[in-house]
């Protein structure tokens, strides 16, 4: 026993030396604990509040100041890790001794005697080897820290740090993700299992050996017991008590195609928006979100319904829902499945949108001087191509796809019935340089020079599209798609993301082609979009050989872009197209968002300047700018003696 106290006796003077030694020759750097900036999630959340999304950078951290770790938590930490934290300086003198006793009978490192602070240093610092010379630059480095830091700042610093197990670092993610509670809502079992975790977090982890948890809970429980720390009362009714545990994913990611886009959005601003810990709220509703991919999904099996051997591996959707009157997205869902297919089709596909995109020429044919009661000839002409032997450049012949004429037409039954010819004659009689001028203030870019744009022939983004199609449901005002609301950084800073929106069309000229994609829904091809009890405006789309199939609709304060198509560009089934396949989505979706959302406007408003009078039979509708026909312009005659329009 003597031989082992003059051991001890120079070990310690040995140990006293080595750290005069070490200390001497390492240069110290404990920025990384003093200055603590770690990795902290990002959280999204929607318009009202609710979770959308977590989003980190390899660890997934929630930080807790030290005011929200309660002192139950600090107690039941340091009873099972630390008994004695508050009165060593970092180093636990009689524990090391007590540990090298058995470390010397063994032969070996068997049993530590860390202190919390070196278990911090060893965690940020260190390696986790076992050797004497990492264990004396361990010790001075803890004794810096300590004279550095107060107790609670390496409290702080600790519980935020150490590993929880299943992906969560810091105590406040725990919390979170195994009890969905706050820190200030755990009981005293919860606790203990929480504290008990970063000694093996695999082990621990309650999600996976649930027993072991509670065993080592109840170790923590005993040790605060026999301290005296709670009473026998507390003991026995946290030893009886088992948590409820959850086991979940670690982003809780409920809308991944909104989440990509809003990093995607963020990352030029924030390089470090997956692990800064900002606080991203959306315009975005999780609830309007759920009825978008809803009804998606509804329309793509119907699609299946009618298809057996459609293919499922490129057959695929989109939507994009946003209030008009001020460009916010409210939905965004890029594809049927994000689990079978990340790629947003919302966002990075451009498609033809077809005849969807007809309202566009009608509108500047209104902004023209020509009215709703207009008529175009709806007849059959051979455009002649500039050189016939090249293929794109050859005589063009269009046709309507119903495949016969109907003659002289007004703009509003030729836009009801989706006439191409008609389109197409009203587009040459205004002039294809003044509609791509005015496309181009409508917001759209790259334009062909070709009488084809008439029906949509050219690549759109639905994120673009809604954005310019807002000019109609926004009367005249085109707003800015506008997906993220404001971003709080961690020191409380808001960055807020203002609407952005320009007039393009005067509103009683937009009003005018509101009326007539109301006519659409009620009466034309977009019957099977029609909902009682509210008005709906909107335009079928659909490209040569049904390649795609969409549906543009909107109501006072909400709009839907739909899409459906092969992700390589081959054919659907003939049958489909934007009346049989989007439509009845945008009916299925407004159905839901009524359910859920009953005050919502169910009316346009008719803005100053629109008036209305009986002609020929019809309620017409009608403008300074755009006249009833008998009182047009000398454009109309104009184009009258072109034999076009009458």
Known sequence: MKYIFNLIIILALASVAGIIYFYSQIKIDISKIVDYNPKLTTHIYDKNGDLVAYIFDEENRQYAKFSEISPRIIEALIAIEDTAFFEHGGINYEAIFRAAIKDIQAMSLVEGASTLTQQLVKNMLLTREKKFTRKLKELIISYEVEYTLTKEQIIERYLNQVYFGHGYYGIKTAALGYFKKNLDELSLKEISMLVGLPKAPSSYDPTRHLDLSLSRANNVLLRMHNIGWITTKEYQAAIKETPKIYDQTLTQNKAPYLVDETIKQLTPLYPDIRYGGYKITLNADLKVQEIAQNALKFGYNEILKRNKDANTTVLNGAMIVTNPTNGDILALVGGVDYAKSNFNRATQSSRQPGSSFKPFIYQIALNQGLSPQSKIADISRIYEGVNKNNKEDQDWKPKNFSGNFKGLITLNDALKQSRNLATINLLNSIGLDVVQRDLEDFGFKDIPNNLSIALGSFGVSLMDYSEQYSIFPGLGTRHETRLINFVENKNGEIFKFEPKSSEIIKPEQAYLMI??????????????????????????????????????????????????GNDNNTPMRYVEGGSRTAAPVFKQFMQDFIAEYPQTKRKFDMPPGVYRRVYNGVDALYTTTSPLPKEQNNILEKQDREGIIF
Do not use: H
């Not at 009326?515 to 909902?531: E, F, I, P, W």
């Not at 079928?540 to 795609?548: A, I, L, P």
């Open 515 to 564: 009326k007539m994609l109301q006519d659409v829904v009620n009466n034309g091809t977009g019957r099977s979009a029609k909902v009682d009890g509210i008005e709906l405006a909107g335009k079928t789309g659909t490209t040569n050989e049904s390649v795609d199939a969409w549906f543009c609709g909107f109501g006072p304060e909400i709009q839907v872009l739909i899409w459906y």
